[in-house]
C-alpha cells in the first residue's frame, strides 16, 4: 500500500451533487489527518482537520476510520466554486510535524 | 497580517547556477517546511526545521541546502547538482502538531 493513497479523478460533477472523496494511509502510527484544497496554479489551504469521531463544517464532513486507515472528505450541494484538487495529507507516524500528502482529486464541479 | 511570504514567485535560472528561494514568515511559527511539487504529484519534503540552527533533511534533500539562522527565515538554495529543478516549490510552516500554513509558491524554471 503507498503511504498515502487518493481516488484518482478527476471528478466532473453537475452543481447541487454530492461528491465523495476517498483516501486510504499506510501507517497506522500516523495520529493526524487533514484534508486541503488546492487551487490551479496555488499553494495548498487548509480545508479541514479529520478527527476520529468524524467532524462537519457547513457542507463539509470528513470521517476518520482508523481500523481499516481510511479517510473520506463528503461535499454536499457543491458549488462552482468548489473546483479544485483535494489533497489527503496523513502525519508520518513517529516523526511530529512531518506530513505526507496525497496526489489529489481534480474535482469540477459544473452549470 | 500574518503570513508567509515566497519571493519571488517566478524565477528563471540557466543550467548549472545555483539559485536561492527566500521564505519569510511572521506567525511566530517555531517549525518550517520546503516542499517541491511536479505536476500530477503531490508535494514532496525536501528539508524542514523546528527550531533556529537545526534543520532536517526530508525525503528529496539531495541537490539543495536550507539555513535557520533566524525563526523568521528559512532560505533554500536550489544547487547546480538538483537534476531536475524545475518545479513549484512551497515553503511553509506551522507550529507543533498543527497543520501547515503555505507560502503562494515560487515557480523555478531552469533551462
Known amino acids: 500500500r503507498k503511504e498515502v493513497e487518493q481516488d484518482p479523478g478527476p471528478f466532473n460533477v453537475p452543481e447541487g451533487a454530492t461528491v465523495a472523496f476517498n483516501c486510504t494511509y499506510s501507517?497506522?502510527?500516523?495520529?493526524?489527518f487533514f484534508w486541503y484544497r488546492q487551487d490551479c496554479r496555488k499553494e495548498p489551504k487548509l480545508l479541514m482537520s479529520?478527527?476520529?469521531s468524524g467532524n462537519e463544517d457547513g457542507r463539509f464532513t470528513a470521517q476518520l476510520n482508523r481500523a481499516s486507515q481510511y479517510i473520506s472528505l463528503l461535499i454536499r450541494d457543491s458549488k462552482l466554486s468548489d473546483s479544485a484538487t483535494y489533497l489527503c495529507?496523513?502525519?508520518?507516524?513517529?516523526?511530529?510535524?512531518?506530513?505526507?500528502f496525497g496526489k489529489g482529486t481534480k474535482l469540477s464541479v459544473k452549470p | 497580517d500574518g503570513g508567509i511570504t515566497q519571493s519571488p514567485k517566478y524565477l528563471f535560472r540557466k543550467e548549472g547556477q545555483n539559485v536561492t528561494l527566500s521564505c519569510e514568515q511572521n506567525?511566530?511559527?517555531?517549525?518550517m517546511y520546503w516542499y517541491r511539487q511536479d505536476p500530477g504529484q503531490g508535494l514532496r519534503l525536501i528539508y524542514y526545521?523546528?527550531?533556529?540552527?537545526?534543520?532536517q533533511k526530508g525525503d528529496i534533500a539531495e541537490g539543495y541546502s536550507v539555513s535557520r539562522e533566524k525563526k523568521e527565515s528559512f532560505p533554500l538554495t536550489v544547487t547546480s547538482a538538483q537534476k531536475n529543478p524545475t518545479a513549484f516549490y512551497l515553503c511553509?510552516?506551522?507550529?507543533?502538531?498543527?497543520?501547515?500554513?503555505f507560502g503562494n509558491g515560487t515557480r523555478l524554471t531552469v533551462t
Open positions: 511553509a510552516s506551522s507550529i507543533y502538531n498543527s497543520p501547515l500554513h
Open positions: 501507517n497506522s502510527a500516523s495520529q493526524s
Open positions: 479529520v478527527y476520529s
Open positions: 495529507v496523513v502525519e508520518k507516524g513517529g516523526s511530529q510535524g512531518n506530513l505526507i
Open positions: 506567525l511566530n511559527h517555531d517549525a
Open positions: 526545521s523546528q527550531i533556529v540552527n537545526d534543520f
